[in-house]
């Protein structure tokens, strides 16, 4: 019975370590969609603040992170995200004074 189970586990090694790849590609993409989707639903409570310094921030943040020409063009017309929660507000909220973020995060991004 031992024997069986060593052989078994031995197996299940095997077959992780020749497959890892494809365990690592549904790892990413499983995380590329919940980020899309927590980007999406940034950028709609974005719109609803009508404040221009955070609009500025924002934008220019997720261009840093290449995600944002992917979250226009994935925006859906008629639907609207779940709310976010206030914690995750108060967060973007207090982003940097516009200052800080145009030496540190405005200057480094290559122009739209």
């Known amino acids: ?27 990413c993409r499983l995380y590329v969609s919940v980020m899309k989707d927590y980007l999406r639903a940034v950028i709609w409570r974005m719109k609803a603040f009508q404040n221009l310094l955070l609009n500025f921030a924002v934008i220019f943040y997720l261009h840093r992170l290449n995600y944002l020409h992917k979250i226009i063009n994935s925006l859906p017309t008629a639907t609207s995200p779940s ?20 030496k540190n995060y405005y200057l480094p991004v290559l122009p739209l």
């Not at 078994?8 to 077959?15: K, Q, R, T």
């Not at 709310?83 to 145009?102: C, D, G, K, T, V």
């Open 1 to 27: 019975m031992c024997l069986i189970v060593c052989v078994y586990f031995i197996l299940f090694c095997v077959h992780l370590w020749l497959n890892w790849i494809f365990y690592v590609k549904i790892i």
């Open 83 to 102: 709310p976010l929660p206030n914690s995750l507000l108060i967060q973007i909220e207090q982003l940097p004074s516009l200052e800080f973020f145009y």
